[in-house]
């Protein structure tokens, strides 16, 4: 999706909203944040589902489509996670799928995830995933 | 804590409080009359004052300038959102000129004169209004001093003690950022500064005022600063209520490079603030100057360590305000604690100032939006208690008493919180405080100002 049909597509949910659920929103943020895109989406569907404005589901399906190319990570709630992941046959949490065998190597001598899986920073445990982006700006500022 | 500046000048400057000559004669009084050891502001002969000090003095009040204009417009204007960056950054200087226009009217003759009789404990008198008397006679040697720092001339004490002025109001800023009337701030931060901040400079820095009198130790405003501005910036939260989408939307920050640059000037500022709050060039400044570095090193790594610990990051916002948390910490301390003592101040600070900027702030359910109250209010009350517990009489000559400064601490939080909600409300008969809705949604730097900070 280009740039300008993503613009517009905003466009429309902002509208959309604003007229159905009264909520403002912002059109340029919602075009070019994931993370406010995401939550838009989900409003927007719940909206449809709790109050039968089934003319959002469209357009959120369109801006959700677009969220990939809005260059940020797209965060989804754990429970939404776990549903996927075991839709998709993973245990939640459990091990990786075995991958096929390297050919060898230097390579090879080093975990296959290398920094991304440093505890330096979270010496309880395992890593966090940074689901916290989520909320982070939400009601608090530290 | 003027009281103990003053013995310490006393002290410092031995030698001419003692000379028979015409140092300490007072304006009306001939000079060459016998030598009175001032009780208020007067005439002393040029060669009375220590060029040393002065020279010291004019510099600390350059940087405690800085730390406002820019230091806090940056720190502040980094936090907000893009569509409010001017509005918080044009608020900052529409009250460094209003705050200075009003402490030459008549704030500082409110603050820093003695008073009447019946009334001197808690407010100064008026003959300084306009800054009448404030005197540089050329020709006959003289020069006017105030009484609470004999040594330097008091145009230059009246210019450092306004850029202390400017900062307290300023600081109140970030609670009520976004969504305030700029007008209506101007007035409610004149008003404010004539009702609330000048009669508790009075009290606890003129040798007269009723927490002087009792020993309240207070270097360079832990409480007239920052227990002060954070109690108002509590009210301001409440009485304007959370910004739209506050708790539902994200409030992403402008520019956290620009809050770092902020820091950055507080931090080199506050060795004026401190150092310069010695009122003299001399050993005991240089005890403020480092014990102040100190601190804001510990309250940093402090800050940084309590959010690794629960978030399992250490932010820049975060490691930012923990060097804030420390110097408020150490402001009412510099000069009356070991370095020591200053790391632990530093540490309790980091610590306590991130609680109060995430668990109380939640408890209190105000939008602080920009943790005014959890960081200088908190970070205040606990250097003021530590001030009480740390302050080493080898260093001053005084003795710290825990009780002491917390009647202090609750005589400024509470004066402060009643009186900022009595000049919120006068503020809002006169104009509306908050903006409309629609304005608030497209952001003040458009809406009240038409200008944008840029992309």
Same mark, same amino acid.
């Given at each position: 999706?280009?740039?300008?049909?993503?613009?517009?597509?905003?466009?429309?949910?902002?509208?959309?909203?604003?007229?159905?659920?009264?909520?403002?929103?912002?059109?340029?943020?919602?075009?070019?944040?994931?993370? /406010?895109?995401?939550?838009?989406?989900?409003?927007?569907?719940?909206? @449809?589902?709790?109050?039968?404005?089934?003319?959002?589901?469209?357009?959120?399906?369109?801006?959700?489509?677009?969220?990939?190319?809005?260059?940020?990570?797209?965060?989804?709630?754990?429970?939404?996670? %776990?549903?996927?992941?075991?839709?998709?046959?993973?245990?939640?949490?459990?091990?990786?799928? +075995?991958?096929?065998?390297?050919?060898?190597?230097?390579?090879?001598?080093?975990?296959?995830?290398?920094?991304?899986?440093?505890?330096?920073?979270? !010496?309880?445990?395992?890593?966090?995933?940074?689901?916290?982006?989520?909320?982070? /700006?939400?009601?608090?500022?530290? | 804590?003027?009281?103990?500046?003053?013995?310490?000048?006393?002290?410092?400057?031995?030698?001419?409080?003692?000379?028979?000559?015409?140092?300490?004669?007072?304006? %009306?009084?001939?000079?060459?009359?016998?030598?009175?050891?001032?009780? %208020?502001? #007067?005439?002393?002969?040029?060669?009375?004052?220590?060029?040393?000090?002065?020279?010291?003095?004019?510099?600390?009040?350059?940087?405690?300038?800085?730390?406002?204009?820019?230091?806090?417009?940056?720190?502040?204007?980094?936090?907000?959102?893009?569509?409010?960056?001017? +509005?918080?950054?044009?608020?900052?200087?529409?009250?460094?000129?209003?705050?200075?226009?009003?402490?030459?009217?008549?704030? =500082?003759?409110?603050? &820093?004169?003695?008073?009447?009789?019946?009334?001197?404990?808690?407010?100064?008198?008026?003959?300084?209004?306009?800054?009448?008397?404030?005197? /540089?006679?050329?020709?006959?040697?003289?020069?006017?001093?105030?009484?609470?720092? !004999?040594?330097?001339?008091?145009?230059? &004490? @009246?210019?450092?003690?306004?850029?202390?002025?400017?900062?307290?109001?300023?600081?109140?800023?970030? %609670?009520?950022?976004?969504?305030?009337?700029?007008?209506?701030?101007?007035?409610?931060?004149?008003?404010?500064?004539?009702?609330? =901040?000048?009669?508790?400079?009075?009290?606890?820095?003129?040798?007269?005022?009723?927490?002087?009198?009792?020993? @309240?130790?207070? &270097?360079?405003?832990?409480?007239?600063?920052?227990? +002060?501005?954070?109690?108002?910036?509590?009210?301001?939260? =409440?009485?304007?209520?959370?910004?739209?989408? =506050?708790?539902?939307?994200?409030?992403? !920050?402008?520019?956290?490079?620009?809050?770092?640059?902020?820091?950055?000037?507080?931090?080199?500022?506050?060795? #004026?603030?401190?150092?310069?709050?010695?009122?003299?060039?001399?050993?005991?400044?240089?005890?403020?100057?480092?014990?102040?570095?100190?601190?804001?090193?510990?309250?940093?790594?402090?800050?940084?360590?309590?959010?690794?610990?629960?978030?399992?990051?250490?932010?820049?916002?975060?490691?930012?305000?923990?060097?804030?948390?420390?110097?408020?910490?150490?402001?009412?301390?510099? #000069?009356?604690?070991?370095?020591?003592?200053?790391?632990?101040?530093?540490?309790?600070?980091?610590?306590?100032? /991130?609680?109060?900027?995430?668990?109380?702030?939640?408890?209190?359910?105000?939008?602080?939006?920009?943790?005014?109250?959890?960081?200088?209010?908190?970070?205040?009350?606990?250097?003021?208690?530590?001030?009480?517990?740390?302050?080493?009489?080898?260093?001053?000559?005084?003795?710290?008493?825990?009780?002491?400064?917390?009647?202090?601490?609750?005589?400024?939080?509470?004066?402060?919180?009643?009186?900022?909600?009595?000049?919120?409300?006068?503020?809002?008969?006169?104009?509306?405080?908050?903006?409309?809705?629609?304005?608030?949604?497209?952001?003040?730097?458009?809406?009240?100002?038409?200008?944008?900070?840029?992309?």
């Amino acid at each position: 999706m280009s740039q300008s049909e993503t613009f517009a597509t905003a466009a429309h949910m902002h509208v959309l909203l604003r007229r159905k659920t009264g909520r403002v929103t912002d059109t340029e943020w919602m075009a070019t944040n994931a993370v /406010y895109a995401t939550e838009i989406v989900r409003f927007a569907r719940e909206k @449809a589902d709790s109050e039968g404005h089934t003319d959002l589901l469209p357009w959120a399906d369109k801006l959700e489509a677009a969220i990939p190319e809005m260059g940020a990570p797209v965060r989804k709630p754990l429970l939404q996670k %776990a549903q996927e992941a075991l839709r998709a046959g993973q245990v939640p949490g459990g091990a990786r799928p +075995n991958s096929a065998p390297r050919a060898g190597g230097f390579a090879d001598s080093v975990p296959a995830s290398g920094f991304a899986e440093s505890t330096l920073n979270n !010496p309880g445990g395992k890593p966090t995933d940074g689901d916290e982006s989520d909320t982070r /700006y939400i009601g608090r500022l530290r | 804590m003027h009281q103990n500046r003053v013995t310490h000048v006393a002290l410092t400057v031995g030698l001419p409080l003692a000379a028979p000559s015409s140092l300490w004669a007072q304006a %009306a009084q001939s000079a060459a009359s016998a030598p009175v050891a001032l009780s %208020a502001p #007067g005439l002393v002969a040029t060669s009375a004052i220590s060029g040393a000090d002065t020279a010291w003095l004019m510099v600390s009040t350059a940087l405690v300038l800085l730390m406002t204009l820019p230091g806090i417009a940056l720190f502040y204007g980094g936090m907000v959102r893009r569509i409010n960056v001017i +509005n918080t950054m044009a608020s900052v200087v529409g009250i460094a000129a209003v705050v200075s226009v009003l402490w030459f009217a008549l704030a =500082y003759s409110l603050a &820093f004169t003695p008073g009447s009789d019946a009334l001197g404990g808690f407010i100064g008198g008026v003959e300084r209004m306009g800054f009448a008397g404030m005197e /540089y006679l050329g020709a006959s040697a003289q020069v006017s001093v105030s009484h609470i720092a !004999p040594h330097v001339p008091e145009s230059v &004490f @009246a210019m450092f003690q306004l850029t202390f002025a400017i900062i307290t109001c300023s600081l109140v800023v970030g %609670a009520l950022v976004e969504r305030m009337h700029f007008g209506a701030l101007l007035l409610f931060s004149s008003l404010w500064l004539l009702v609330v =901040y000048a009669p508790i400079a009075h009290w606890v820095w003129e040798p007269g005022g009723w927490l002087a009198q009792l020993g @309240a130790l207070d &270097f360079a405003g832990g409480a007239v600063v920052h227990i +002060n501005a954070g109690a108002a910036a509590l009210v301001c939260a =409440y009485a304007l209520g959370p910004r739209k989408g =506050y708790g539902r939307e994200p409030f992403v !920050p402008f520019n956290l490079g620009l809050t770092m640059v902020g820091t950055g000037l507080l931090w080199v500022g506050w060795f #004026g603030f401190n150092a310069g709050s010695a009122l003299a060039a001399d050993g005991r400044a240089g005890l403020a100057l480092l014990v102040t570095h100190i601190a804001a090193a510990a309250g940093a790594l402090a800050w940084m360590g309590a959010e690794w610990l629960a978030r399992k990051r250490a932010s820049l916002l975060g490691l930012c305000s923990g060097v804030v948390a420390g110097l408020v910490a150490i402001t009412p301390a510099a #000069g009356f604690v070991s370095p020591r003592s200053a790391l632990v101040i530093g540490l309790v600070a980091g610590v306590t100032c /991130y609680w109060g900027a995430t668990a109380l702030k939640r408890k209190l359910q105000a939008d602080d939006s920009l943790d005014v109250f959890g960081v200088h209010g908190v970070g205040g009350l606990v250097g003021a208690l530590l001030t009480g517990v740390f302050a080493d009489p080898a260093i001053s000559g005084v003795e710290g008493s825990v009780v002491t400064q917390l009647i202090a601490c609750v005589a400024v939080l509470g004066y402060s919180l009643v009186m900022s909600a009595v000049v919120l409300w006068i503020t809002s008969r006169l104009t509306p405080l908050r903006v409309r809705e629609s304005e608030e949604r497209i952001g003040l730097d458009l809406a009240l100002h038409n200008e944008q900070i840029g992309h």
